[in-house]
């Protein structure tokens, strides 16, 4: 068995001067959920767009929020995931197959895990 550790971490600005940053450069969150390469392409297409339409300044204030909700949420699903607290586990378990199973849970969750605007909230 070996020790698997994550770090977590968010840049403080997405931008400084003409330097902007996306994906890995901006931020760093255990790969639970699988959302890391979609968060980064998220935010070069915002780039991207903002490019496009000529407004850059905001681009920190639009991306900073959503890259701090996924590294809370990968955090939270490694830790449920990893836990060795035989409680938790039990709980964990209980939960999954008793409530988390159900089709409402399923598909907040598959629209959660996509990164697209929740169409029910």
Known sequence: QSEFKVSLRQVKSYQQGLLYLAGDAAHVHSPAGGRGMNLGIEDACSFARRVVEGGLEN??????????KI???TDQLFRT????NPVKQRLRNFM???VFSREFFQSRFRWEMSGLKLPFK
């Open 59 to 68: 681009y920190t204030a639009d991306r900073q929020p959503i890259g701090k």
């Open 71 to 73: 590294i809370r949420l």
């Open 96 to 98: 999954l197959r008793n």
């Open 81 to 84: 995931a990893s836990t060795t």
